[in-house]
């Protein structure tokens, strides 16, 4: 995760540059979760100039989420067009707390999924797959049992082939 800010707009060039290193970690993102400001003036506006400077740092071909903000406050009009123009986009106000579960649902399924479903029955001398897992797959069952943590999920394949002498 990372937090590009809302300032980008307007800031001195020389503090962009001085931000550069952390907005290029966003070019390593598996997904961009751009929230707007739909009560502000110019919401196109901010669009466009978080855009540029994700351009600048590589990062213009990441999937991108567009999160319209404030709809408690926003002229409905405005996000009506935000939403048209944006159509890969979610309308939330993170004050009242609309639309947040449909935001929450649109980034799951916009993230990427480990390939690979599996079994295993780890033994507790290998805690560093069982770790690797937490880290780098999805699990969707575990037990800890006398024999080691029987786990099951998705992983990559590398990381499933490390499993398949723990398969269950």
Same mark, same amino acid.
């Given at each position: 995760m990372s937090d590009t800010v809302g300032f980008v707009r307007h800031l001195p060039h020389q503090l962009v540059e001085a931000f550069r290193s952390t907005l290029e970690e966003v070019a390593d993102a598996d997904l961009i979760v751009h929230v707007v400001d739909g009560s502000h003036p110019d919401p196109e506006g901010q669009l466009t100039a978080v855009r540029e400077v994700l351009a600048d740092v590589g990062a213009t071909e990441i999937p991108e989420l567009v999160v319209i903000n404030k709809t408690d406050i926003a002229d409905p009009l405005v996000v009506d *067009? !935000? *939403?048209r123009r944006e159509p890969h986009s979610v309308a939330v106000s993170a004050h009242t707390g609309? /639309?947040?579960a449909e935001a !929450? $649902? $649109?980034i799951e399924a916009d993230l990427p999924r480990p390939r690979v479903e599996f079994t295993a029955l780890v033994p507790y001398a290998r805690g560093d797959l069982v770790d690797r897992i937490h880290k780098d797959g999805e699990i969707? /069952?575990?037990e800890h049992t006398a024999d080691g943590t029987r786990i099951s999920g998705r992983a990559s394949e590398a990381l499933a082939s490390e499993l398949a002498a723990y398969a269950v």
């Open positions: *067009r !935000l *939403r609309e /639309g947040i !929450l $649902a $649109a969707t /069952g575990m």
